[in-house]
């Protein structure tokens, strides 16, 4: 039977995705967050239908050049089966396999684990749903669903397997101190930098970008009682 994937964008080659592995990396279309900063927001109503088995066909083509898998988004949960389809095959095949997902569906997740080796989970705000339902432009019944599948996922996954990345602006930093508190001691969690060029139109007014050495600053200041903090900037990923 012939099985579609929704397929926003496809990058064959990156050093950037995988921790410090090469991976092909898949951009999955559809998400139902609207978060104020999207940097791949031409994804979010993206259509593109494509056979899963074009893609297992990349895949292996892939193999040859890269050691793993990484599947993004969008919201890759959202096309439950393609992914598990996708993580599972890519296995198989002695691939490493990563998803970068918003924490949005713990089942899904729960589902794919056998099959992954990174869960690189977004923690965009406090654990509230009314801070997060304003970053994320969702609704607060559904911001409440989400922060229940997050700690779930922090409860699920081992802590070797899970980081958790946290996009900053000037006007976020205020959120780091309780963002601190909601992850469990242990997970990596990388403070990553915006780019306001790269957000949603008409949003520029709203969010300001912070140059390497704030962001730095503010790690450092957080990392004072904390092991595993790191930011990511255009220099690359660096340990605090
Ligand atoms: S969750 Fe990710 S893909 Fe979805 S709107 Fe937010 S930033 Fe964009």
């Known amino acids: 039977m012939s099985v579609k994937i929704n397929i926003a964008g496809i990058v064959p080659f990156s050093t950037v995705d995988l921790r410090d592995k090469t991976a092909i990396v898949f951009f999955l279309a559809g998400c139902p967050f ?37 599947v993004s988004g969008g919201e890759p949960t ?12 890519s296995k ?25 080796d990174v869960i690189s ?20 019944k559904v911001a409440e669903t989400v922060i229940k599948s997050i700690k779930k996922i922090f409860d699920l996954v081992n802590e070797t397997k899970l980081e958790v990345k946290t996009t900053i602006y000037k006007e976020f930093v205020n959120f780091l101190p309780d963002i601190k508190e909601d992850i469990p001691e242990g997970i990596d969690w990388i403070i990553q930098k915006g780019y306001v060029e790269r957000i949603p139109p008409g949003n520029e007014e709203k969010i300001t970008e912070l140059r390497e050495e704030e962001i730095k600053k503010v790690a450092e200041d957080l990392a004072n009682d904390r092991r595993n903090v790191w930011i990511r ?7 605090i």
């Open 34 to 70: 609207r978060c104020i900063y999207c940097q791949n927001y031409e994804y979010l109503d993206y259509k593109n239908l494509v056979e899963l088995d074009e893609i297992k066909s990349m895949i292996d083509r892939a193999k040859e050049f890269v050691e793993g898998v990484v």
């Open 78 to 89: 959202l096309q439950d089966k393609q992914l598990f389809n996708l993580l599972k095959y």
């Open 92 to 116: 198989q095949k002695g691939l490493d396999t990563e998803i970068q997902t918003n924490g949005y569906r713990y089942g899904v997740i729960k589902k794919c684990l056998p099959y992954l």
């Open 121 to 140: 989970m977004d923690i965009k705000a406090p654990l509230r749903k009314e801070t997060y339902s304003r970053i994320c432009g969702i609704d607060e």
């Open 233 to 239: 900037t255009e220099s690359g990923d660096n340990k």
